[in-house]
């Protein structure tokens, strides 16, 4: 999942530079994209103006292209690092004792909301964010109040295994605007066998979303599954993938299990089983169902890992979410605190490039072994999109889901 800082909260804003300057430069491009195309464009023409200007592009032009990007910026937080799952692949130590206060909270919404932009995410993460309903809940009101006197839009990501989902919750966040990631890996034994239970003798599967899917459906929150692969499982990859759309959650996202060392055996079963779970999703998508393998929405890329600026329990920041991990690079993903009252717009400008993630994440031989699994998953992308855009020029009459 995850980083190390390119700038931190004390790095002096990019080079500004010429007679604009950032937020001359921003507002010129907020200006021309209404009107016609944009101003900067990664032309040779452009860049070699702007290089000569501001210096080499490595020093600017990924702070540049976020603050004239339309994105709602995400701060993410980590109310507890505890959690009713031990789930194999998961690399977080659990700990008692690592909860946010109600304060800290606050300050980190209070930091997000201090951005220059207009609408803002607030993701929780953890752990298991549930398990702290309480503050959950706390942040989500005070959110809620505190961008209104803003006159801003904020929107929230809870990222949950669904344990602790229940009708009373939901409704309750249904008068917010929440979008829930819900764990799910497939069926009752491959979710069993490696998103155990902490307890002994308790259910992963029957306590889990599965039965909730009515209830989650019901209640109009914006959701969507997320399924862990793990390399020992992916021979159950297209039918676990369509159980749990089986189950009512037509939208998954296949996530391959970072930080193990897949076979090429394995690799070569991960490529057959996405072509399987492709070719059956063309057969339903002529036939009208409603089902989205979300990973087809965006670009295609070997391995995102998660760079957003992340608030840990204690009040630091961090360049992305790797540092859960606790290994010995925990240090280099430090930017600040919020003690430091660093601007958030300046975080996310300089959080780290998914290189830098991919550098310090997991030990090199992983990663080169996971970029490899994620080619095949980049390859499997292009091919979809191709299939579709031939059916479309075919008059089948297929949906073209993933554009
Ligand atoms: C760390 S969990 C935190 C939120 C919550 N406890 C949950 O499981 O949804 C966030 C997501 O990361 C996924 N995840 C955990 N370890 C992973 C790994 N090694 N590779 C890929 N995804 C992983 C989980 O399955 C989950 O969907
Ligand atoms: S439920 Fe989430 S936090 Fe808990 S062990 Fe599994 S992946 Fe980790």
Same mark, same amino acid.
């Given at each position: 999942?995850? =980083?190390?800082?390119?700038?931190?909260?004390?790095?002096?804003?990019?080079?500004?530079?010429?007679?604009?300057?950032?937020?001359?430069?921003?507002?010129?491009?907020?200006?021309?994209?209404?009107?016609?195309?944009?101003? &900067?464009?990664?032309?040779?023409?452009?860049? #070699?103006?702007?290089?000569? =200007?501001?210096?080499?592009?490595?020093?600017?032009?990924?702070?540049?292209?976020?603050?004239?990007?339309?994105?709602?910026?995400?701060?993410?937080?980590?109310?507890?690092?505890?959690?009713?799952?031990?789930?194999?692949?998961? &690399?977080?130590? !659990?700990?008692?004792?690592?909860?946010?206060?109600?304060?800290?909270?606050?300050?980190?919404?209070?930091?997000?909301?201090?951005?220059?932009?207009?609408?803002?995410?607030?993701?929780?993460?953890?752990?298991?964010?549930?398990?702290?309903?309480?503050?959950?809940? +706390?942040?989500?009101?005070?959110?809620?109040?505190?961008?209104?006197?803003?006159?801003?839009?904020?929107?929230?990501?809870?990222?949950?295994?669904?344990?602790?989902?229940?009708? @009373?919750?939901?409704?309750?966040?249904?008068?917010? @605007?929440?979008?829930?990631?819900?764990?799910?890996?497939?069926?009752?034994?491959?979710?069993?066998?490696?998103?155990?239970?902490?307890?002994?003798?308790?259910?992963?599967?029957?306590?889990?979303?599965?039965?909730?899917?009515?209830?989650?459906?019901?209640?109009?929150?914006?959701?969507?599954?997320?399924?862990?692969?793990?390399?020992?499982?992916v021979?159950?990859?297209?039918?676990?993938?369509? +159980?749990?759309?089986?189950?009512?959650?037509?939208?998954?996202?296949?996530? &391959?299990?970072?930080?193990?060392?897949?076979?090429?055996?394995?690799k070569?079963a991960f490529a !057959?089983g996405?072509?399987?779970?492709?070719?059956?999703?063309?057969?339903?998508?002529?036939?009208?169902?409603?089902?989205?393998? =979300?990973?087809?929405?965006?670009?295609?890329?070997?391995?995102?890992?998660?760079?957003?600026?992340?608030?840990?329990?204690?009040?630091?920041?961090?360049?992305?979410?790797?540092?859960?991990?606790?290994?010995?690079?925990?240090?280099?993903?430090?930017?600040?605190?919020?003690?430091?009252?660093?601007?958030?717009?300046?975080?996310?400008?300089?959080?780290?490039? #998914?290189?830098?993630?991919?550098?310090?994440?997991?030990?090199?031989?992983?990663?080169?072994?996971?970029?490899?699994v994620?080619?095949i998953?980049?390859?499997?992308?292009?091919?979809?999109?191709?299939?579709?855009?031939?059916?479309?020029?075919?008059?089948?009459?297929?949906?073209?889901?993933?554009?």
């Amino acid at each position: 999942m995850f =980083v190390v800082a390119g700038g931190s909260a004390c790095s002096p804003p990019a080079p500004g530079g010429g007679a604009l300057g950032l937020q001359g430069r921003r507002r010129e491009a907020e200006h021309t994209r209404s009107t016609g195309p944009p101003a &900067f464009q990664d032309t040779p023409a452009a860049m #070699n103006n702007a290089t000569a =200007v501001l210096g080499p592009s490595q020093r600017w032009l990924t702070p540049f292209k976020r603050y004239v990007s339309q994105s709602a910026p995400r701060l993410v937080v980590i109310p507890t690092w505890q959690c009713e799952l031990r789930c194999r692949y998961c &690399f977080i130590p !659990k700990q008692d004792g690592r909860v946010m206060t109600h304060r800290t909270l606050e300050r980190s919404i209070d930091m997000l909301l201090a951005s220059d932009r207009d609408q803002v995410i607030l993701q929780f993460f953890g752990g298991e964010a549930l398990i702290e309903w309480d503050l959950v809940q +706390h942040a989500i009101r005070y959110g809620t109040e505190h961008a209104k006197k803003w006159g801003k839009r904020i929107r929230y990501i809870i990222s949950s295994n669904g344990w602790s989902i229940d009708e @009373d919750k939901l409704t309750w966040l249904r008068d917010f @605007d929440v979008k829930l990631e819900l764990s799910l890996d497939g069926n009752a034994e491959t979710q069993n066998s490696f998103r155990r239970a902490l307890k002994k003798g308790r259910d992963s599967y029957g306590e889990g979303i599965p039965e909730k899917a009515e209830m989650i459906q019901a209640s109009g929150l914006d959701h969507e599954v997320i399924m862990v692969v793990h390399p020992e499982a992916v021979d159950r990859m297209p039918a676990n993938f369509f +159980h749990i759309v089986g189950l009512g959650y037509p939208r998954v996202q296949i996530n &391959f299990a970072l930080g193990f060392i897949w076979t090429p055996e394995q690799k070569q079963a991960f490529a !057959k089983g996405l072509h399987q779970i492709g070719a059956e999703l063309k057969t339903r998508w002529a036939q009208g169902h409603d089902v989205t393998l =979300v990973n087809l929405e965006g670009a295609p890329m070997p391995i995102r890992l998660n760079g957003e600026i992340t608030v840990d329990w204690d009040g630091t920041v961090y360049g992305g979410n790797a540092f859960l991990h606790e290994t010995k690079h925990k240090q280099n993903f430090v930017i600040g605190h919020l003690n430091d009252l660093g601007s958030f717009d300046r975080y996310w400008m300089d959080s780290p490039p #998914n290189e830098y993630l991919l550098d310090w994440s997991y030990p090199p031989d992983v990663t080169k072994n996971n970029l490899d699994v994620g080619r095949i998953f980049t390859s499997f992308h292009r091919w979809m999109h191709l299939q579709t855009a031939e059916q479309k020029r075919a008059p089948t009459g297929a949906i073209d889901r993933p554009s």
